[in-house]
């Protein structure tokens, strides 16, 4: 099946992630590695049907030219959003442009950084982002 990509259609899958993130969070609270995290925020988007690739390499280029790096994604939800995943105390600044560059090299709309560490997932633990491909899309 096939949608119009819209700001609602990936605001609406914004939402379930979000909801995604809270599920994991509440049952296994903070404190836990990234991976494991990771691992049971990926049955949550199978249970909420939503398709996804986790740790897949980005591939980039400058100018024309392939370049060779290690990058790689931790998930990317429905080849819109692209999603950092941390578990730290404190995250510093550049982790928060993590997000974005993947953006510009994936060409996704969204990105969200989401940090495990915190208790209060919803109001700190997360970071929504979005770019040019966003603001270009139709509003519904």
Do not use: W
Not at 65 to 87: C, G, W
């Amino acid at each position: 099946m096939s949608h119009i990509i819209t700001k609602e259609y990936i605001d609406k899958i914004t939402y379930k992630i979000i909801g995604c993130t809270i599920e994991v969070q509440r049952e296994l609270g903070p404190g836990l590695l990234e991976n494991v995290y990771e691992k049971c925020f990926l049955i949550e988007f199978e249970n909420k049907a939503l398709r996804f690739k986790s740790q897949k390499k980005i591939y980039a280029d400058y100018k024309g030219f392939p370049l060779e790096t290690n990058l790689r994604y931790d998930v990317l939800i429905e080849a819109l959003i692209v999603v950092e995943l941390k578990s730290k105390e404190i995250i510093p600044a550049v982790d928060y442009k993590i997000p974005a560059t993947y953006m510009k090299l994936l060409r996704v709309p969204k990105g969200i950084l989401i940090n495990f560490h915190c208790t209060h997932i919803f109001r700190e633990g997360q970071k929504t982002i979005d770019n040019e491909h966003y603001a270009s899309l139709p509003e519904t």
